[in-house]
């Protein structure tokens, strides 16, 4: 079977590939210790769960309105509203299943053939991925450890092109933690007005914040008619599993997000969706509880991957990850990432699954057990510890 020309173009997310390439060797007898995927490990609140089993049992179970029921539609401006900073309204809310779809969908609607999008590097795989498969040109915007993992706006308006259409960006951020300011995003949001450009927001882990304040770009001058903002369910509430996002567009991007929904999944889940409304407006408790819980498990992970030999870790400021510098072990990420799996049972992911600038890193998710993280700790300086010690020795010879 031939395929189409542009499936060549189609990228993937790695964090599922070495998720199997672990349970492979997890079912030869070895322990495995997942540091790959980045789902939080708690349970759904009973209170959402709950709120979806009656929805289904009064009859919850049809097709919805294309860009969602009312009644999320306007809690989630509601909230964003409260949380975000500008006026939100139900009629800019669309809801579709999951965060990728607000990706796929809006690059979709608004990159041409020969397009240019700007994008973090690192950053999660599949802005660069929907770029290039929608016939555009990915053009990468370097974030580098020495500026905090943060977007240089001066660097990204030096890539800005007669071609540049859409700019994305994600804080905090997937891979490294990484939290702009909001000196960077005024910044930021004066090189889009300045060149006419569309930005997309991804704020997916906009309340997991451990330093700073979250700032939405959307909010600040000018910006609410020209951003996308990308948010969801899965990483706040715990609910990777029930595929529920939502963006807040410009008034000319909601019919055409509705033709695309319609062309494609013709809605989102109606039980999820009335789990969704339950989630915004029921009791936050269970928010508040698991990311003071991230960031006692950032803490550990910081410092027990900081007293490494060999290992530079920053302490992000948002997310659940950390992206370590591993350059000092002599080998790229991928060659230390096979090594911790293969060796010490750690799965972890290289850093260029994420883009070419973290060749020489790996990223951890630390959404799993304190006694997990510890384990992984010493695990990983049992394989590093060596390699160093004998570079440092064959560098003194």
Request: aromatic content about 6%.
């Amino acid at each position: 079977m031939k395929l189409a020309e542009r499936m060549g173009r189609i990228g993937t997310e790695t964090a599922f590939e070495a998720a199997a390439r672990a349970r492979a060797l997890e079912g030869t007898g070895r322990s495995v210790i997942h540091l790959e995927i980045g789902e939080p490990d708690f349970d759904t609140p009973p209170n959402i769960r709950e709120a979806a089993k009656l929805a289904i049992d009064r009859g919850a179970t049809h097709y919805t309105p294309t860009v969602g029921i009312p009644e999320l539609r306007s809690a989630i401006a509601a909230d964003a509203t409260a949380r975000k900073g500008f006026a939100v309204t139900p009629d800019r809310v669309v809801v579709v299943p999951g965060g990728k779809p607000v990706m796929f969908f809006a690059i979709l609607a608004l990159v041409g053939e020969g397009d240019e999008v700007i994008y973090p590097d690192p950053g999660f795989p599949i802005y660069e991925s929907m770029a290039q498969f929608v016939g555009g040109r990915a053009v990468p915007c370097p974030i580098r450890q020495e500026n905090g993992f943060r977007l240089d706006p001066d660097e990204l308006a030096s890539l800005v092109t007669p071609r540049t259409k859409l700019v994305i960006l994600n804080s905090p951020a997937n891979p490294t933690g990484g939290v702009s300011t909001r000196e960077d995003l005024e910044r930021i949001a004066a090189v889009a007005r300045d060149h006419d450009l569309t930005v997309l927001a991804d704020e997916i882990y906009g309340r997991i914040l451990y330093e700073g304040e979250h700032v939405s770009i959307a909010s600040l001058p000018g910006m609410v008619d020209r951003t996308i903002v990308l948010d969801g369910f899965s990483k706040t509430y715990a609910m990777t599993g029930w595929r529920l996002g939502y963006a807040i567009v410009p008034e000319p991007l909601v019919t055409p997000l509705g033709r695309l929904i319609v062309n494609s999944v013709s809605c989102t889940n109606a039980a999820t969706q009335w789990a969704g409304v339950e989630a915004l407006t029921g009791p936050q408790d269970a928010v508040d509880a698991m990311v003071a819980e991230f960031r006692v498990r950032r803490d550990l992970i910081v410092d027990g991957l900081d007293a490494i030999p060999g290992v530079t870790c920053l302490r992000p400021a948002g997310a659940f990850y950390v992206f370590p510098d591993i350059s000092a072990t002599g080998l790229t990420g991928a060659e230390l990432a096979d090594r911790l799996l293969n060796e010490g049972g750690v799965s972890a992911l290289a850093g260029t699954a994420f883009g070419h600038v973290g060749r020489s890193h790996l990223r951890f998710s630390y959404a799993t057990s304190r006694q997990n993280i510890a384990e992984a700790i010493r695990r990983t300086r049992a394989v590093i510890e060596p390699l160093v010690v004998a570079r440092r020795g064959a560098a003194v010879r």
